[in-house]
């Protein structure tokens, strides 16, 4: 039983930046691939970063060049640095893990276990 713990998020002006955090436990982190993604209220959940087990990374275009997913296997915990924050950028931001290996998948149902999510608020 693996358990995620999202935090960091918050209520920041555009062009502001915020650090999330998942924090991770039950499992054997450093096999999965973790990823986020982010749900607007109204719209569909949609991908938004990943991170395998060696570190490869994969962006969703609308965030690319700004944020960077990131890993610490020590404290089992993935991140997300989100830099020029937009208020389209406004989602509940959740993590996902992949145990069954760890490919880079951009689907949620390529994702085993999820964590409560943070609300990230971008105001104009």
């Known amino acids: 039983q693996v358990q995620l713990v999202e935090s960091g998020g918050g209520l920041v002006q555009t062009g502001d930046s915020l650090r999330l955090s998942c924090a991770a436990s039950?499992?054997?982190?450093?096999?999965?691939?973790m990823a986020w993604f982010r749900q607007a209220p109204g719209k569909e959940r949609e991908f938004v970063a990943v991170?395998?087990?060696?570190?490869?990374?994969y962006y969703a275009d609308s965030v690319k060049g700004r944020f960077t997913i990131s890993r610490d296997n020590a404290k089992n915990t993935v991140y997300l640095q989100m830099n020029s924050l937009k208020p389209e950028d406004t989602a509940v931001y959740s993590c996902?893990?992949?145990?069954?290996?760890?490919?880079?998948?951009?689907?949620?149902?390529?994702?085993?276990?999820w964590g409560q999510g943070t609300q990230v608020t971008v105001s104009s």
């Open positions: 039950g499992g054997t982190f450093s096999r999965y691939a």
């Open positions: 996902a893990a992949r145990s069954v290996d760890g490919t880079l998948y951009t689907t949620s149902r390529r994702y085993d276990y």
């Open positions: 991170i395998g087990r060696s570190a490869s990374t």
